[in-house]
């Protein structure tokens, strides 16, 4: 069964820290999703990738495809990033996502 | 900026009512997704479409019912409404012709509250 593992939980930061969410993913996922969803419940596409790196911002993700890990990146971190960041798994083709838990991300003025 | 919409955003309903939750999309994506979603929990996927006349049931077992007349709208509907019912319905769209991978486009949800 594909399963994608997201760590921590919960997290809690200050204004203007580096913060990094961990995504571990199993065989048969090819690429990784990263989502973020706000308190009003809306869901925004961040980033899809397959290998290396993507930037956008102050948003790194990065992924490893040997290691089957995923990691995102916020870097001088802000109250507007508050949300919960969930990284779904793709099989690629026409197969579901594989969600994970999600990360709530608070970060303090 | 995704053009897929929901309405209605918001829903308290009584036990036993029908209602009907609508998805449409502007993108011609061929593939839609209904997830459910209680305060503070993961996505599940109760119901997909392939395109037009297919639909299949997901993860989750729901006792909602969907179908997909046209490629644009994707409504979900529940025949009887109970407590158990309340919840976040999420909609999502993807476009599978335009890559191999599944990046899907997600509408504001409808919050539905049963009493």
């Known amino acids: 069964k594909n399963e994608v593992e997201q760590s921590p939980q919960n997290l809690t930061a200050q204004e203007g820290e580096f913060i990094t969410i961990n995504c571990s993913y199993s065989?048969?996922?090819?690429?990784l999703h990263w989502l973020q969803q706000h308190p009003g419940g809306g869901i925004v596409s961040l980033f899809m990738?397959?290998?290396g790196k993507k930037k956008h911002g102050r948003l790194i993700a990065t992924i490893n495809i040997q290691e089957k890990h995923s990691s995102l990146h916020i870097t001088a971190s802000h109250p507007r990033d508050s949300a919960v960041y969930i990284c779904?798994?793709?099989?690629?083709?026409?197969?579901?996502?594989?969600f994970g838990k999600g990360t709530k991300l608070t970060v303090n003025p | 900026e995704a053009d897929i919409y929901q309405t209605p955003r918001y829903l308290v309903i009584g036990t036993g009512k029908k209602i009907t939750l609508e998805c449409s999309q502007t993108?011609?994506?061929?593939?839609m997704y209904w997830y459910q979603q209680d305060p503070g929990m993961e996505l599940h996927l109760i119901h997909y479409s392939y395109g037009v006349n297919s639909t299949e049931k997901g993860d989750l077992s729901s006792e909602s019912t969907v179908s997909r007349i046209r490629t644009e709208h994707f409504p979900l509907t529940l025949e009887s409404a109970r407590p158990s019912h309340t919840s976040q319905y999420l909609c999502?769209?993807?476009?599978?012709?335009?890559?191999?991978?599944?990046?899907?486009?997600f509408g504001p949800g409808t919050r539905l509250t049963v009493l």
């Open positions: 990738l397959s290998s």
């Open positions: 065989v048969g996922i090819s690429a």
């Open positions: 993108m011609g994506h061929d593939k």
């Open positions: 999502a769209s993807s476009d599978q012709r335009a890559s191999s991978y599944n990046e899907q486009f």
């Open positions: 779904a798994g793709d099989q690629g083709g026409s197969e579901k996502l594989v």
